[in-house]
């Protein structure tokens, strides 16, 4: 129980002097008013400090045998276990320097003896009652810091089950998907990790934006979900005008994201990058993709990066209008596409995290033929 103005009862002073006289004195003055604690050395007062109940103020003596009372409260402030018990020097030292050189090493106080036992009281209340209100704060600061880290967390909880929710929509309206949400995720942020140190995306490809580019990643084809079956599940290749039909899932997936933007009332990080990545990952780097028909670095950054996770997985995975390549087939068509289908950086730097993606292809595989086919690759 912390003290208060009104009562000092419940708190404990720990008095420090290697005189038995002082000693005596000190407990008879402070024993009706609060709890006392006694050491005869400096030594000894540290460990009372230090234990698992530390006193709430020290009435320090200076002149001590083997360790004085100025090294006994650097050591005490040097401590983060201790160092926020207030120090009141209480000695014969009553040179200004002396004064001076203990509010330099943290004392809250300084009384010179022969003491008043008035103004000790006065003085020992009045500190008792800062540090009772200093606890509170110190304790009350840290409840809400633990309360802003749960809400956080728990805010970083809901944004990937609402992220993971809208994919699995897109998904299921997809049968021959599989694992490939989860596996262009790893994609992107293994690319995005390499390409952190790249003068051009270093500004953008801060830690933080990684973790939201990984996070809005599985939303890519949320606009799917717009998509009639007949196109969608169609088995074989589009007409000319089902493609159209099929391309609109980029902007609907822009629409859906925009949607629940306008229903949160604000604009959240994470779905603006999603939303690029929705919008965008269909655009080419030479211009003739879609919807915009946008090129080199008006596509976003984000959309780059889906854009070449998207076509690497595609490539490796079967679909009922083609076998499923091997990954160094795959890895050999994303080459040919640096420059026209691709930013340049970022297909070097995939042909250099190769490797990894092979590993995150086989670790997130739909079935064991497709494991066996991309680790034979």
């Known amino acids: 129980m912390n003290p208060t103005v009104h009562d000092i009862s419940q708190a404990t002073v720990l008095v420090v002097d290697d005189t038995p006289a002082n000693l005596s004195l000190m407990n008879d003055l402070l024993a009706s008013h609060c709890r006392v604690k006694v050491a005869a050395s400096g030594a000894r007062a540290l460990k009372i400090a230090a234990s698992d109940t530390p006193p709430d103020l020290i009435l320090l003596d200076v002149m001590m045998p083997e360790m004085d009372g100025y090294e006994v409260c650097r050591l005490l402030k040097a401590n983060p276990a201790t160092r926020h018990i207030p120090v009141i020097f209480l000695t014969a030292r009553a040179d200004t320097q002396d004064e001076q050189r203990g509010f330099e090493l943290g004392a809250v106080d300084y009384i010179t003896k022969p003491i008043s036992p008035p103004i000790v009281m006065a003085r020992v209340r009045t500190n008792l009652t800062v540090k009772a209100t200093a606890d509170f704060l110190r304790d009350k600061n840290l409840f809400l810091e633990q309360e802003v880290q749960r809400r956080t967390l728990e805010l970083q909880d809901i944004q990937d089950v609402t992220i993971l929710t809208m994919a699995s929509?897109?998904?299921?309206?997809?049968?021959?998907?599989?694992?490939?949400?989860?596996?262009?995720?790893?994609?992107?942020?293994?690319?995005?990790?390499?390409?952190?140190?790249?003068?051009?995306?270093?500004?953008?490809?801060?830690?933080?934006?990684?973790?939201?580019?990984?996070?809005?990643?599985?939303?890519?084809?949320?606009?799917?979900?717009?998509?009639?079956?007949?196109?969608?599940?169609?088995?074989?290749?589009?007409?000319?005008?089902?493609?159209?039909?099929?391309?609109?899932?980029?902007?609907?997936?822009?629409?859906?994201?925009?949607?629940?933007?306008?229903?949160?009332?604000?604009?959240?990080?994470?779905?603006?990058?999603?939303?690029?990545?929705?919008?965008?990952?269909?655009?080419?780097?030479?211009?003739?993709?879609?919807?915009?028909?946008?090129?080199?670095?008006?596509?976003?950054?984000a959309a780059r990066l889906m854009a070449i996770a998207d076509v690497y997985d595609a490539l490796i995975s079967r679909r009922v209008y083609k076998p499923a390549f091997t990954h160094d087939v795959a890895m050999g068509i994303i080459e040919e596409g640096r420059g026209s289908h691709f930013d340049p950086d970022m297909v070097d730097a995939f042909l250099e995290i190769a490797l990894t993606c092979k590993a995150i292809a086989e670790r997130y595989a739909n079935t064991d033929e497709e494991l066996a086919r991309t680790a034979h690759a």
């Open 169 to 301: 929509l897109a998904e299921t309206r997809d049968n021959e998907t599989g694992n490939h949400i989860i596996r262009t995720q790893h994609y992107v942020r293994a690319l995005a990790l390499r390409l952190q140190g790249h003068a051009r995306f270093a500004g953008y490809l801060t830690d933080r934006m990684v973790e939201l580019l990984y996070k809005s990643a599985p939303l890519h084809d949320i606009g799917k979900v717009g998509i009639p079956d007949r196109i969608l599940l169609k088995p074989g290749k589009l007409e000319a005008h089902e493609f159209e039909i099929m391309k609109t899932h980029t902007t609907q997936g822009k629409e859906a994201i925009e949607s629940a933007e306008r229903r949160l009332g604000k604009t959240v990080p994470f779905l603006v990058c999603a939303k690029e990545i929705a919008y965008s990952h269909q655009e080419k780097w030479d211009g003739s993709g879609y919807p915009l028909g946008l090129a080199g670095d008006d596509i976003p950054i």
